[in-house]
């Protein structure tokens, strides 16, 4: 319990620092650069830092200007959280899964915003090949999902993005699973779609994708 609470927190940080790299993408310094609001830019203290608690805690709103913080950052904070609870963050296949989980935050960022992303962050993700359980994907399961969304990149409803992720997921999770997983993001979007006040034409996948896998992966 104390395990999965401590990894909760740990990946909301870092899906905290992902947010804060996406925001510096064009500017630099995002390794060791401190938080600042956009609106004021007056360098936060840790206290403002803490991710999820501080959104509360200041009820959304810049602690020196009170212009709103995105809620975003929350929803990124929450997915990072539950994407980093079942890691071992001793272990070298730990280390492995934590640099690939982070940059697939990362990548949902860049969608959620963009609609697309650097294609360079894909290549972090290459370090979840050695391992992978290649016994796990069974091409019975990964081939019509991966036709589907082929289908759908084609008819120019998906990025490519979309299913370079679903490869990457049945190396993590195995074929079954990372259908699950799938299956999963498709129910939130169509949940989202139905519930939000206002209905975009165009539903950026990746972010849903993310959570679909966060929750399987608890399981
Ligand atoms: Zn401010």
Do not use: W
């Not at 296949?93 to 650097?118: C, R």
């Not at 997983?181 to 165009?202: M, P, R």
């Amino acid at each position: 319990m104390i395990f999965y609470l401590t990894n909760f927190l740990i990946g909301a940080c870092l899906a905290s620092h992902a947010c804060l790299i996406y925001d510096r993408f064009d500017t630099g310094g995002v390794v060791f650069a401190r938080s600042e609001c956009r609106n004021c830019h007056y360098q936060l203290s840790i206290l403002d830092e803490i991710p999820i608690l501080s959104y509360i805690l200041l009820h959304g709103r810049c602690r020196y200007c009170a212009e709103a913080i995105p809620y975003q950052l929350l929803q990124f904070e929450f997915l990072g959280g539950l994407s980093f609870m079942p890691i071992d963050f001793s272990t070298p296949n730990g280390m492995a899964y934590t640099i690939f989980i982070f940059f697939l935050l990362l990548i949902s960022i860049f969608d959620y915003h963009e609609g697309e992303f650097p294609t360079f962050l894909l290549f972090p993700l290459l370090l979840i090949v050695p391992y992978a359980d290649l016994t796990a994907i069974s091409l019975i399961n990964l081939l019509p999902i991966a036709a589907l969304l082929g289908y759908f990149i084609l008819k120019n409803q998906l990025g490519t993005g979309d299913l370079i992720v679903y490869l990457f997921f049945c190396l993590y999770l195995g074929a079954t699973r990372a259908n699950i997983a799938l299956l999963l993001a498709c129910l939130f979007a169509i949940g989202n779609y139905f519930l939000s006040q206002k209905q975009e034409a165009q539903i950026y996948f990746l972010p849903y994708i993310m959570l679909g896998f966060a929750i399987v992966n608890i399981f």
